[in-house]
């Protein structure tokens, strides 16, 4: 099979969806891997080291979707590429469909084969491919919280872990994943006083067993949130109902009774944000305030730290896309039922139902295409 690794185009973005490590082991299975030029440099990856591995260097996207059986990306595909998609095509990257309607339209018309990582989901229900870029997002939370605590960017003028004599911040966590765990031992490393919040209890359950003393466990539910974002100095938006959007638990009406200067990082804003105030936002342009409370909703914050996200990312997906590269999509997901949870949109149908509840699609089971 022919690879394509493009060079990501959203703002800010730096990662690249191969390293150089990887391609090698691709190349050594017998297939072709191209790479735009460029696409590793924000990564820390010269042109050189694919074209060492035996990779070829391709000067224009318009190439590689030509080209290529299969297009990797780190981000969902953005409109300059959209005319590109070819059908048949396999792209294979994070969509966040649910999220986004009128790219799930772009890609029914496109007639691809699109595979999202954030679906590839293990029998246990975990989430292999999302995990590493949510262990980043999850610690990157509670850097960024400490930051916009200062009063320079509207923040309350507090200092996150507090020092002798005065109390440290208080940061709530809704959902107690992988985003929420990573940025709970942050938070409380540090020594804030942290809560998360989960709806299920045998995670909370798990959780009261390995976090330490300063952090406090409650089951969600609408009233423990309204009452616990009160004595908060930190919100993180850590949820998740796979591929499908996200549930606004922080309401527009709950701004006014939060403290003046509280921040609000809703990492959950890639499945569409699960605080009723939070509309995306850039790496350049990361926060706003709405009611006095300082949101933060970078969609793409493993972006900024590409030199240990591109790594963590390769480590994840290479198995996930040689296994596609040797078997082709079908008998891939024929074989391995995590990869055919991956399947979104198939040859013009929603094959995710979450995608397809989100915007009131038909959903056809992909076994149904294979
Ligand atoms: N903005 C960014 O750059 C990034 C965003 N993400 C996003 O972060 C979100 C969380 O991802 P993970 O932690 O990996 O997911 P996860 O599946 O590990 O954890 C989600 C948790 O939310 C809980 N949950 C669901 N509904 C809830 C509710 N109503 N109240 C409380 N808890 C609830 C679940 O029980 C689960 O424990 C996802 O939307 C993911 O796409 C992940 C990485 C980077
Ligand atoms: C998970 C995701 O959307 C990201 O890493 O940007
Ligand atoms: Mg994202």
Same mark, same amino acid.
């Given at each position: 099979m022919i690879l394509g690794i493009l060079k990501e185009i959203k703002a800010e973005e730096n990662r690249v969806s191969m390293t150089p490590f990887g391609a090698e082991v691709v190349v050594q299975h017998g297939h072709t891997v191209l790479v735009e030029t460029g696409a590793g440099v924000g990564s820390g990856f010269s042109d050189d080291a694919y074209r060492r591995v035996g990779a070829q260097i391709v000067d224009s996207p318009a190439d590689i979707y030509a080209r290529a059986d299969m297009v990797m990306h780190v981000k969902e595909p953005l409109p300059p590429e959209y005319d590109l998609i070819r059908e048949n095509q396999i792209v294979f990257t994070y969509l966040h469909l649910a999220a986004n309607e009128a790219l799930t339209r772009v890609l029914m018309d496109r007639r691809s084969v699109n595979i999202a990582y954030e679906t590839i989901q293990k029998p246990d229900g975990s989430l292999p491919l999302l995990t590493p870029m949510s262990e980043v997002a999850g610690r990157m939370a509670v850097q960024q919280a400490a930051k916009y605590l200062e009063m320079a960017y509207g +923040?309350?003028?507090?200092?996150?872990?507090?020092?002798?004599?005065v109390e440290p911040a208080t940061v709530v966590i809704l959902g107690g994943g992988v985003v929420g765990t990573n940025a709970a031992k942050m938070a409380c490393g540090l020594g804030a006083k942290v809560f998360i919040l989960d709806k299920n209890l045998e995670r909370l359950r798990y959780l009261s067993d390995v976090m330490p003393a300063n952090c406090f466990l409650l089951a969600s539910s609408p009233a423990a949130i309204r009452d616990v974002v009160k004595k908060a100095d930190v919100v993180i938006g850590a949820v998740l109902i796979p591929g499908a959007k996200a549930p606004?638990?922080?309401?527009?009406?709950m701004l006014p009774t939060m403290k003046k200067g509280a921040v609000l990082i809703d990492v959950a804003i890639d499945q569409g +944000?699960?605080?009723?105030t939070s509309k995306p936002t850039t790496h350049t342009n990361p926060i706003y305030t709405v009611d006095g409370v300082v949101h933060y909703c970078v969609a793409n914050m493993p972006g900024a730290v590409p030199k240990t996200s591109t790594l963590a990312l390769t480590n994840a997906t290479l198995p996930y896309a040689l296994e596609i590269a040797n078997k082709g999509w079908r008998q891939a997901m024929k074989d391995n039922p995590e990869i055919a949870?991956?399947?979104?949109?198939i040859a013009g149908h929603v094959t995710h139902p979450g995608v397809a509840e989100a915007f009131g699609f038909n959903y056809l089971p992909v076994e149904r295409l294979l």
């Open positions: +923040g309350q003028g507090i200092l996150l872990a507090g020092v002798p004599g606004k638990l922080v309401t527009r009406d +944000g699960c605080f009723e949870k991956g399947a979104n949109v």
